[in-house]
């Protein structure tokens, strides 16, 4: 039996028997520690988990390392490699993630981990995947490894940090941020239909950072006939541009727009529906874009169904971020697929009885019924105001 620390108790989990811990104050600075490494692989391993990992013997940190690269070596590996060859029997790795236990590009981690002799592995967080889930757990403590789990604050922030991770593990459908600007009043575009600019420059640049961390940016026709617009992340060291992703249901988008016309570029989707004719949609794809065509009775449906679609592409879409317009926005609050929503609020008011809403769609009929956040955060941005809110989480 093991002597686990003061403060510890046997996890009551089913099938795991990694025990849950009740943190000491240095367990929880360095799994800390890790799930900060993990952001370092935003916009850079999707489809794969962001991870980080510490490695710590005697109070001395030892290596750190976090999954740098989609394809390239686990966080855990990379922590052992930056010990520099030191004699690792007997240190603990503190890691943001459960280690994976299966052949993918890379080899097991807990092949690497038990190559190195850790004695102890601290994970903040599950990996929800068929081929994880617990696996890689329990081949570490049949090795006679001690495993623990954390619990509290800094597990919640390591499942936060692969949201879209989880998503597509549990329901095979990528994890949608929607994200507006509007004036005081609520308005996104003026009576004329006018938008721009309506958030300042230093909100538009973090938008731009957004697109840079997510798989694909998401518009509708309206938007896209609207704005003619390149989606893309306008932004410095940005390592992978997002798909950018038209909801057409008719397939009107023209082969002239920049859109099409980058396709040699950057990946294009259009998901149009059985209403569109074949030309339409055989001229899109010979132009360069995959045409998508979702089916379902209503709207709603036919976005669940393009996120299945897209969830199921080679790589899998995990993450949308969905910058509107208004109805397709309301058309993914009404099929229950926005994750989380950050709006700027700009020190504008716009009036009109016909300007124009973030959200439209058909929506609740009771108060009672509406979507309720979960949590809710707000951040000054010179004259703008930006409001974040996790409506699920995975």
Known sequence: M???????????????????????????????????????????????????????????????????EYGGPHAEVNAIDACGGADLRGATMYVSLEPCCHHGKQPPCTDAILA???????????????????????ILRDEGVIVEVATGDVAARARLANQAFRKL??????????????????????????????????????????????????????????DDPQLTARIDGVHRQPRRVVFDSTARLPLSSRLVSHTGDVPLVVVASRAAPRSATDALERAGAQVLVATGQNEPARIRTALDQLGQLDPPVSSVLLEGGPHLAGAF??????????????????GGRTARDPLEGEGPERIAEAVRALTLECESFNDDVLISARLREW
């Open 169 to 226: 593990a549990r329901a095979g459908r990528p994890w949608v941020l929607f994200k507006s600007a509007m004036s005081l009043d609520g308005k996104v575009a003026t009576q004329t239909g006018d938008s721009k600019w309506i958030s300042g420059e230093d909100s538009r640049l973090r938008s731009h950072h957004w697109r840079a961390q997510v798989d694909a940016v998401a518009v509708g026709i309206g938007t896209a006939l609207a």
């Open 2 to 68: 093991h002597d686990y620390p003061e403060g510890w108790r046997p996890s009551d989990h089913p099938g795991r028997g990694a025990p849950f811990m009740q943190h000491t104050e240095t367990d929880h600075a360095h799994l800390a520690r890790a799930v900060e490494l993990a952001q370092r692989g935003l916009g850079r391993v999707s489809p794969n988990p962001v991870v980080g990992a510490v490695i710590v013997r005697d109070d001395v940190v030892l290596g750190e390392g976090w999954h740098d």
């Open 116 to 138: 190195a002799g850790i004695a102890r592995v601290v994970v903040a967080s599950d990996d929800p995947t068929e081929k994880a889930a617990g696996r890689g757990l329990g």
């Open 333 to 350: 609050l009404d099929a229950g697929e926005i994750d989380e929503v950050r709006l700027f609020i700009a020190p504008l008011l716009l």
